[in-house]
């Protein structure tokens, strides 16, 4: 997980990271209700093609079926349609046995067209446009101990920080998200904000430090909301989302835009920017986003937020609040050709239209709403060159089984 992925992955995590770090503006307000955030179209609107292997797919599908399985009886809910999880998980089952077949691709998308329906996303500025940016799984040098190098820590969940499931207290908050805080004085205030636990050691001596890594990078894992952090010795730590402290998550690129501007913002080029900067002006940039996130250790990578593993350019992050966990959905977007490093910094790279299939199994604390979503692109350098500049008014459709 996007901790846009995040998470989850998030990603957060976040994810989704996702990397809406890179974005200056994440789209309008949500102006639809989840009933009202799908509507049928015809086959013939869709344009039904997959610029990946297929066995990926077949990858992703297979690894949420148990937990599919396991809450059978919870409903996925289309807008006005709803079907179980063990309903719509027995019509991905056959389209696993379709894909595992020795049909051919075309055959394969037939199948597809034959046996789903196609919703289109309310979107953004216009029926199935989305905002579609892109998170990965970092890959950081760290150590088990603080260095002046490796200075910043990643905290493990605060056994103090409380989750408020608003919802429980009264109908009227059945759409609202979750309330993060902490007790104090008898009363419920909010967790500690980026400044207060990086600048004012608010965690300090509470043993929650999993390791330490260059403040950078710390703050780069929190938008991804995942990674892997390498030590000297060679071993490496696999991180993940846990919590978050429930703070506004703010874009820290809006307030680089002058710097920045007349070029597009990418993360590369932020990452540019902050190494040019003194510890000082640093710290008081990344304060400005007050959202942070808690990770664990694990010993899977980039686990989502439906707790299955993310596949490289079929995981997508979706607000939970309008679209299903481990529904299929079909995007059609603009994928960036990265050949040169100084595309990949520059945000000019040349494009291609492509259309793949994709599962939404990821959150994220930037993804909210109809307009944004972020797709996984993969793990370490090279998918991030790639995620750090995907940015690109796309199309998606979710798929529905045929009664």
Same mark, same amino acid.
């Given at each position: 997980m996007t901790y846009y992925a995040a998470h989850p992955?998030?990603?957060?995590?976040?994810?989704?990271?996702?990397?809406?770090?890179?974005?200056?503006?994440?789209?309008?307000?949500?102006?639809?209700?989840?009933?009202?955030?799908?509507?049928?179209?015809?086959?013939?609107?869709?344009?039904?093609?997959?610029?990946?292997?297929?066995e990926g797919l077949e990858s992703a599908i297979t690894q949420q079926r148990e937990i599919l399985q396991k809450s059978g009886d919870?409903?996925?809910r289309f807008g006005a349609e709803?079907?179980?999880?063990?309903?719509?998980?027995?019509?991905?089952?056959?389209?696993?046995?379709?894909?595992?077949?020795?049909?051919?691709?075309?055959?394969?998308?037939?199948?597809?067209?034959?046996?789903?329906?196609?919703?289109?996303?309310?979107?953004?500025?216009?029926?199935?446009?989305?905002?579609?940016?892109?998170?990965?799984?970092?890959?950081?040098?760290?150590?088990?101990?603080?260095?002046?190098? @490796?200075?910043?820590?990643?905290?493990?969940?605060?056994?103090?920080?409380?989750?408020?499931?608003?919802?429980?207290?009264?109908?009227?908050?059945?759409?609202?998200?979750?309330?993060?805080?902490?007790?104090?004085? $008898?009363?419920?205030?909010?967790? @500690?904000?980026?400044?207060?636990?990086?600048?004012?050691?608010?965690?300090? $001596?509470?043993?929650?430090?999993?390791?330490?890594?260059?403040?950078?990078?710390?703050?780069?894992?929190?938008?991804?909301?995942? $990674?892997?952090?390498?030590?000297?010795? $060679?071993?490496?730590?696999?991180i993940t989302y846990a919590e978050k402290n429930g703070q506004r998550y703010e874009p820290i690129g809006k307030y680089l835009k002058e710097r920045l501007a007349p070029l597009p913002v990418t993360m590369q080029r932020i990452e540019k920017i902050v190494q040019t900067m003194s510890p000082r002006e640093r710290d008081e940039l990344f304060a400005k986003n007050p959202s942070y996130v808690f990770f664990t250790k694990s010993e899977r990578r980039a686990i989502t937020s439906l707790g299955v593993p993310a596949t490289p350019g079929r995981t997508i992050a979706v607000d939970s609040k309008f679209a299903p966990k481990g529904s299929l959905a079909l995007i059609t977007f603009h994928k960036p050709e990265v050949d040169q490093p100084e595309s990949a910094v520059s945000g000019t790279s040349p494009t291609t239209r492509v259309s793949r299939f994709v599962v939404d199994q990821d959150s994220g604390g930037a993804i909210t709403g109809t307009d944004h979503v972020d797709l996984f692109w993969g793990r370490g350098e090279e998918a991030k060159k790639v995620a750090g500049i995907l940015q690109d008014r796309a199309r998606i459709v979710f798929l529905v089984p045929r009664r």
């Amino acid at each position: 997980m996007t901790y846009y992925a995040a998470h989850p992955i998030k990603k957060i995590a976040h994810l989704l990271l996702i990397t809406a770090v890179v974005s200056s503006g994440c789209g309008r307000p949500t102006t639809v209700s989840p009933e009202r955030a799908f509507r049928p179209i015809e086959v013939e609107e869709v344009e039904i093609s997959d610029d990946l292997n297929l066995e990926g797919l077949e990858s992703a599908i297979t690894q949420q079926r148990e937990i599919l399985q396991k809450s059978g009886d919870t409903p996925m809910r289309f807008g006005a349609e709803s079907f179980s999880r063990r309903e719509y998980s027995a019509a991905l089952d056959d389209l696993v046995l379709t894909l595992k077949s020795s049909q051919t691709i075309a055959a394969k998308l037939d199948y597809i067209r034959n046996n789903f329906r196609f919703l289109e996303w309310y979107g953004g500025n216009d029926w199935g446009e989305i905002l579609l940016t892109s998170y990965f799984e970092p890959i950081i040098p760290g150590s088990l101990k603080a260095t002046d190098r @490796f200075s910043q820590p990643l905290y493990g969940k605060p056994e103090d920080l409380v989750v408020i499931e608003l919802k429980r207290f009264s109908e009227r908050f059945k759409d609202e998200g979750n309330l993060r805080g902490r007790a104090h004085q $008898g009363k419920v205030t909010p967790y @500690f904000s980026r400044q207060e636990i990086d600048s004012g050691h608010a965690l300090k $001596g509470r043993k929650l430090e999993l390791c330490w890594v260059d403040p950078t990078d710390a703050f780069f894992l929190h938008i991804q909301g995942s $990674g892997t952090v390498q030590l000297s010795d $060679g071993e490496e730590l696999y991180i993940t989302y846990a919590e978050k402290n429930g703070q506004r998550y703010e874009p820290i690129g809006k307030y680089l835009k002058e710097r920045l501007a007349p070029l597009p913002v990418t993360m590369q080029r932020i990452e540019k920017i902050v190494q040019t900067m003194s510890p000082r002006e640093r710290d008081e940039l990344f304060a400005k986003n007050p959202s942070y996130v808690f990770f664990t250790k694990s010993e899977r990578r980039a686990i989502t937020s439906l707790g299955v593993p993310a596949t490289p350019g079929r995981t997508i992050a979706v607000d939970s609040k309008f679209a299903p966990k481990g529904s299929l959905a079909l995007i059609t977007f603009h994928k960036p050709e990265v050949d040169q490093p100084e595309s990949a910094v520059s945000g000019t790279s040349p494009t291609t239209r492509v259309s793949r299939f994709v599962v939404d199994q990821d959150s994220g604390g930037a993804i909210t709403g109809t307009d944004h979503v972020d797709l996984f692109w993969g793990r370490g350098e090279e998918a991030k060159k790639v995620a750090g500049i995907l940015q690109d008014r796309a199309r998606i459709v979710f798929l529905v089984p045929r009664r």
